[in-house]
């Protein structure tokens, strides 16, 4: 059936809905599932500080919901005989 799901992940609780869907089709399927997630800097920065400032958080927020998709992948995979992978890249 799918051989790779593309999942948006913003740490809502739309995309937490659609990463469950995305494991559970993936299980069914044996697809690999790849999650994407895409932030911006801020527009008008005055400074350069502010940019690095703004990707230094936003960097920190992306490493937490990423960490928290793992960690709803593992525990809804350990229900099951077959995984699917979560590709990082």
């Known amino acids: ?13 739309g995309a937490k809905k659609a990463l469950t869907k995305g494991i559970e089709i993936a ?15 801020p527009e008008y920065a005055e400074i350069i500080s502010e940019i690095e400032e703004a990707k230094e958080q936003a960097q920190k927020f992306y490493e937490k919901i990423q960490k928290e998709a793992y960690r709803k992948h593992e525990k809804l995979k350990s229900s099951t005989k077959t995984s699917p992978s979560i590709k990082n890249n």
């Open 27 to 41: 299980k069914v399927s044996g697809a690999e599932i790849y999650i994407l997630s895409v932030g911006r800097i």
């Open 1 to 13: 059936m799918f051989k790779k799901i593309l999942i948006g992940y913003d740490g809502s609780d």
